[in-house]
């Protein structure tokens, strides 16, 4: 199938351009930025595009007709959006519509990358069917841009994931790199203590994309990992991983960082339908961790 998918540079665009390309679909990448990748297949194209740009998207799908999008590109700090919700507004929520639009025309199937951040973390492992409501504008963008996927006539897919991490292919570390990195230094740093997520491994979450990608499984599809951690947990097991003492991470409280976003406590996913829909198997964060560090 031909393929065209969004926020190719990112850490789960790379990933889940990669998997795609294994599985022998024809990739159309795309990003803002210039291409970051190292792919050479012969199956394997990249566009430079801006997704908030009509006229390059009028263009790009002109050019490809894709059979499937994968929509992964985003603003996804939350802080930043919370600071620019003009801008964040554009991108998350405008920028989905336009795309939707000129799917539509190609009578593409959609998928929607979305995010645990449009629960309040209240309850916690959520499933597909609670209600959203988000705390931050962050998941407000994203919430409205799963209310515009729905509308879409031509099959759609919306997933939502949680606290990815992996080794990057390129670009900047996830908090996993970030803080082996960190205890490896002996650096001080604060990690949250008091927030629950179901952290996923990035290579999981591609291979779920995949599986929704080939069989154009409808409907939303909560893809994470199996365990519930607070970030300090993951630092903690990091640290076991490298085998080294980390006194210097200090636990502390959502609150006493102040953040400009609101933060779900727990945010948490449930993710029976994958497992049953998709064969969704993610691997646990330990076994995460090895593939995320190996290298390292």
Known sequence: MKVLVTGSNGLVGGYVVQQLLQAGHMVFASSRTADQSAFNAPNYRFVQMDFTDPYALDA???????????????????DDCEKDQAEAYRINTVGTVQL???????????????TDFVFNGKEGMHGERDPADPVNYYGRTKLEAEEAVKEYEHGWAIVRTVFVYGSPLYGRDCFVTMI??????????????????????????????AAITEKKAEGIF???????????????????????????????????????????????????????????????FQEGLKKTLKSG
Do not use: W
Request: hydrophobic fraction near 40%; charge should be neutral; aromatic fraction near 8%.
């Open 60 to 78: 790009a799908f002109e050019a490809i007709q894709p059979e499937v999008v994968v929509h992964s590109g985003a603003l996804s700090k939350p």
């Open 100 to 114: 939707l639009l000129n799917a539509a025309a190609s009578k593409s199937f959609f998928i929607f990358l979305s």
């Open 180 to 209: 082996s990195k960190k205890i490896r230094n002996r650096e001080g740093y604060k990690v949250v203590a008091d927030q629950e997520r179901t952290p996923t491994y990035v290579g999981d979450l591609a291979k779920g994309i």
């Open 222 to 284: 909560h893809l994470c990992g199996p365990e519930v951690l607070s970030p300090y947990g993951m630092a903690m097991e990091v640290a076991e991983y490298l085998g080294m003492e980390a006194p210097f991470l200090e636990p502390v409280t959502t609150s006493s960082l102040n953040a400009l976003a609101q933060r779900p406590l727990k945010s948490g996913l449930d993710i029976s339908r994958a497992r049953e829909v998709l064969g969704y198997a993610p691997l646990s």
